[in-house]
């Protein structure tokens, strides 16, 4: 109890104090007008009240991963609850604020080109963003159609398709792509904006719940981080990177970069940015750190011996090839809830991956009709780019989930590298062109490079130790750990060089 409580004071905290300096490293205009006022086309350029805009952006960045992220994470032990809170306040809300502020500087460009501005001024490093950006989204979306489909054919049935040995729940799935494509096409106000506020407010009430639960009646029986840091997982998996990159929507994520500018399009003021971007994420930290600290604490049984995690991998034990993180949702929302609270919980649940899963498909929409320039006003050129996305998509559905999600996460953390590398590059030149933000806050680019350097070592390491990548062997490991290191270090000294020669630029 004493580990949760800090943390999530530590959370609150971190918003109101890290935040603000982020805020003022970045240096708002609060005068500057932004692209929802100066560009409003009543499609995807639409001025929104920030209420609703912090309840779409976290919903929108939610998904799947806060949730199903935050369980898988907590088999590592209580180190989860360390990643979540630090990355949360030093990685993702620093990601999430600086994806968001600077696609409203930039007119409210896709996040491609803000990487692609920042980071070369080829064309070559934009296309390669936007294929890797591109195929983030699909596999996102086939995840968040995958997974809803599967837990409302568990609440509801409806008919199923035998594919190769796997039974796919294809009513739900066509019912979730008919939502989809209706999102996907629709102005940003229809849909988006008008419901998803009501069920990113239910998402909140279920890690509400669970919350009051866990405190009120099993606060005992909560892991704690002085229990130890050591690694608990059983699959031979090492905790680094393994669980960093495991828990990433609760902590820091390459999917909120693009999610943030469908947001920045329609942000009104400036001021509105901490609160909506950086606390969007915090919110985020704090419903993962609630279901970490549930699914280490729910299957805790003293009288068999069985605390806290234990009891956790015991019971994945029991379930071999089954989606876990499904079925500790399921037992503890029922359990803790009761059946109408349990049914709103599985409902928040289910409702936060499909309204991810639809606004990835929209800023693939957006960032293929930045490539083309072509205006999304007439219905037609949406439905042009639109159609394609969708195709892919359904065909996702085929591939078994597993694949799709593991390459699915280190292509997320992947994206994220290179939006903190390229909020590195902004705040640097900011600080040579600006005399007085470079005396005040002469290091300030610190606050994204450093994040940047983790999140580098932690994906070079994982594509080499995991076992979707070259997976090498346990005894030798440490060659991998080698490489990334010396991955991390290329990207260093490249970023001192680049930065030697703006300085000299600017002296010109």
């Not at 620093?94 to 996040?111: P, T």
């Not at 994982?462 to 991390?488: D, F, Q, S």
């Amino acid at each position: 109890m004493i580990t949760f409580i800090v943390a999530l004071i530590v959370l609150v905290v971190g918003f109101f104090t890290y935040g603000t300096l982020v805020e003022k490293i970045f240096g708002i205009e609060p005068e500057r007008k932004t692209p929802a006022l100066t560009k409003t086309d009543g499609v995807d350029f639409v001025p929104m009240a920030p209420w609703r805009i912090f309840l779409v952006q976290f919903l929108n960045i939610a998904g799947l991963g806060p949730i199903f992220g935050a369980i898988m994470g907590i088999f590592y032990g209580p180190a989860a609850f360390l990643w979540i809170v630090f990355g949360t306040i030093f990685a993702g809300g620093v990601h999430d604020y600086l994806s968001g502020m600077l696609s409203i500087r930039k007119g409210g460009v896709s996040l491609p080109n803000i990487i692609g501005d920042e980071l070369g001024k080829g064309t070559g490093l934009k296309m390669f963003i936007r294929i890797l950006t591109l195929v983030l989204l699909i596999l996102l979306t086939t995840t968040f159609l995958s997974g809803p489909a599967t837990l409302l054919q568990g609440l509801a049935g409806l008919g199923t398709m035998d594919f190769q040995g796997r039974m796919i729940p294809i009513v739900w799935v066509l019912i979730i792509f008919g939502y989809y494509s209706l999102a996907t096409v629709l102005p940003v106000d229809k849909l988006i904006g008008r419901f998803y506020p009501i069920f990113g407010g239910i998402l909140l009430f279920m890690g509400l719940g669970i919350m009051v639960v866990m405190l009120g009646w099993h606060s005992s029986e909560m892991p704690e981080v002085f229990d130890g840091l050591q690694n608990r997982q059983t699959n031979g998996l090492p905790l680094f990177p393994m669980m960093f990159v495991s828990i990433a929507c609760g902590a820091i994520s390459g999917f909120h970069g693009t999610q943030s500018p469908i947001m920045a399009r329609c942000v009104t003021n400036e001021r509105q940015g901490r609160w909506i971007f950086y606390g969007a994420m915090v919110a985020e930290g704090i419903l993962a750190l609630i279901w970490a600290a549930a699914a280490g604490t729910f299957f805790a049984d003293p009288e068999k011996g069985l605390y806290g995690i234990d009891g956790l991998q015991a019971f994945a034990a029991q379930h071999p090839g089954e989606n876990i993180a499904a079925l500790v949702i399921d037992k503890v929302s029922r359990s803790w809830l009761g059946t109408i609270g349990g049914i709103l919980a599985i409902v928040g649940v289910i409702a936060a991956p499909i309204t991810s899963g639809d606004t990835a498909l929209r800023s693939a929409r957006l960032i293929v009709a930045d490539f083309l320039k072509w205006d999304q006003k007439p219905i037609p050129k949406r439905l042009i780019i639109a159609l394609p996305l969708f195709l892919c998509v359904f065909g996702m559905v085929f591939v078994d989930f597993n694949i799709v999600w593991r390459y699915f996460a280190w292509t997320n953390q992947t994206l994220a590298v290179f939006t903190l590398w390229a909020g590195t590059c902004w705040l640097y030149k900011k600080g040579q062109s600006d005399q007085v933000q470079s005396t005040k806050y002469r290091f300030g680019y610190l606050i994204a490079l450093i994040p940047a350097l983790f999140m580098t070592m932690v994906c070079s390491s994982y594509i080499l130790i995991a076992p979707e990548g070259l997976h090498i062997a346990p005894e030798k490991r440490i060659i991998g750990y080698v490489i990334a290191g010396l991955v991390t270090i290329g990207c260093m000294f490249g970023f001192i060089v680049w930065a030697k020669r703006m300085r000299v630029e600017s002296r010109k």
